[in-house]
């Protein structure tokens, strides 16, 4: 049995039911993630998946410096707060660089590291060493199997609250594809493996000033995914994907979320019988 890495009341594991991430890109306005947050919400309540609302407070690596960013960090996770306090879900966001891991670990419940990042080994360092849930995610430039490497550093802080992510593997140019074998090699390494279902069809800087992407691959790739056995699914959700601030283009519509979650749910328990 892998480790378990518990969020509260929800426990993530690779042999434990599907846990969600998912929640809009970026946040993009106080009363525009409520609604949003509560959205998802009373989806994955009545589908019966535990959810961990994600939005990200800053997109620090988006393609073009006029790229939307995002409201900053004091702003950003004041309003994750009330996320939390009202509507009473645990949260995982992005944290950009090792002076931001103490502020960040104060509001989240999961503290994400970007996949450009995984190889920075005092990054990584800092945001295990807050003792918080870490989900890293995987470089699209590297194999599954030196993210044994990455994983040995964050456990080396005395954290064993580690996740590790997919997220797609670039291919050539402004082209990013999903090797299912991942989460398998993954999963060798003992700690909850999760697939990002919607950077994964990124098409990055695809649209020249801004990143664009293929949402009409999420479901199947969710699907393939989920019959590996992971234990978790992370995906952008947005009401309007085409208005969205920030990955509109690969984001999942708010009104696909219930179907697919339902049938996710399934997928799930078929391959986790034992």
Not at 25 to 30: A, F, R, T
Not at 233 to 258: I, Q, R, T, W, Y
Request: glycine share 10%; hydrophobic share 45%.
């Amino acid at each position: 049995m892998g480790s378990v890495v518990s969020v509260g009341e929800i426990k993530v594991a690779n042999d434990l039911p599907l846990v969600l991430f998912a929640g809009p890109c970026v946040i993009e306005g106080e009363s525009f993630t409520l609604k949003a947050a509560e959205a998802i919400a009373t989806i994955a309540k009545g589908v019966g998946v535990p959810l961990v609302f994600k939005s990200s407070f800053d997109k620090a690596n988006r393609t073009s410096k006029d790229g939307f960013r995002g409201p900053g960090l004091d702003e950003g996770l004041r309003i994750l707060q009330r996320v939390k306090d009202e509507l009473g879900l645990p949260i995982i966001t992005d944290v950009h660089t090792p002076e931001q891991a103490i502020a960040v670990a104060e509001v989240a419940d999961i503290l994400q590291t970007p996949a450009f990042l995984c190889r920075q080994t005092d990054f990584i360092q800092a945001v295990a060493a807050t003792g918080k849930p870490v989900n890293i995610k995987k470089g699209q430039f590297l194999a599954p199997w030196d993210m044994k490497h990455v994983l040995d550093k964050a456990l080396a802080t005395g954290n064993d609250q580690i996740m590790l992510c997919e997220r797609g593997a670039s291919f050539g140019y402004n082209n990013l594809v999903s090797d299912m074998r991942s989460l398998l090699v993954m999963k060798e390494f003992g700690a909850p493996v999760v697939f990002d279902a919607t950077h994964s069809v990124q098409q990055p800087g695809g649209l020249g000033g801004a990143t664009g992407g293929n949402r009409e691959f999420v479901p199947g790739l969710s699907q393939a995914a989920v019959a590996t056995g992971i234990a978790a699914l992370f995906m952008e959700v947005h009401p309007d994907p085409d208005k969205a601030l920030s990955d509109g283009p690969n984001s999942l519509p708010l009104g696909d979320l219930a179907k697919l979650l339902d049938r996710l749910k399934r997928l799930d328990v078929i391959a986790k019988e034992s």
